[in-house]
């Protein structure tokens, strides 16, 4: 009986869309996953192949330090720009389009979050550990 069920699955055009539907979300996520993991994996081994040849362990933490992703206050203020114009374009979509009143209420509501995510980022100074990297790099020199 279950080898009926399995069959039919895969036979049956009307349950092959929606089970291709389950399972492609399902198989994007592990193809990210591991390429992730991939690139990680091979990042990790070239940091390990660099330090072997150098001896000094401060060009290591530089090194290391360097590496480390760095998220700055341009990114929340470009992000902040693209939401207020997304909000823009659902406000204008529900105005002139489709005219449909809810869609004025979203589009604000998004440029709102855009213009939250703006003030944020001229309010919130640069990180404290950039500040600090850069404030010992001079003081070695």
């Not at 690139?39 to 660099?50: H, P, R």
């Not at 530089?62 to 998220?71: D, R």
Request: hydrophobic fraction near 45%.
């Amino acid at each position: 009986m279950t080898s009926f069920i399995k069959l039919s699955l895969f036979s049956d055009p009307q349950l092959l869309i929606p089970t291709m539907a389950l399972l492609l979300p399902i198989a994007i996520i592990w193809i990210i996953m591991v390429y992730s993991n991939r690139e990680k994996k091979i990042k990790y081994q070239a940091i390990i192949d660099v330090s072997k040849n150098i001896n000094d362990s401060e060009d290591i933490k530089e090194l290391l330090n360097s590496l480390q992703e760095k998220k700055s206050n341009t990114d929340l203020r470009r992000s902040g720009v693209v939401t207020i114009f997304v909000g823009i374009g659902l406000f204008c979509l529900g105005y002139f389009g489709l005219n449909i009143k809810v869609l004025y209420g979203v589009g604000l509501l998004v440029s709102f979050i855009g213009i939250g995510q703006m003030i944020a980022g001229y309010i919130y100074p640069n990180q404290s550990e950039e500040i600090n990297r850069t404030v010992e790099s001079f003081e070695k020199k």
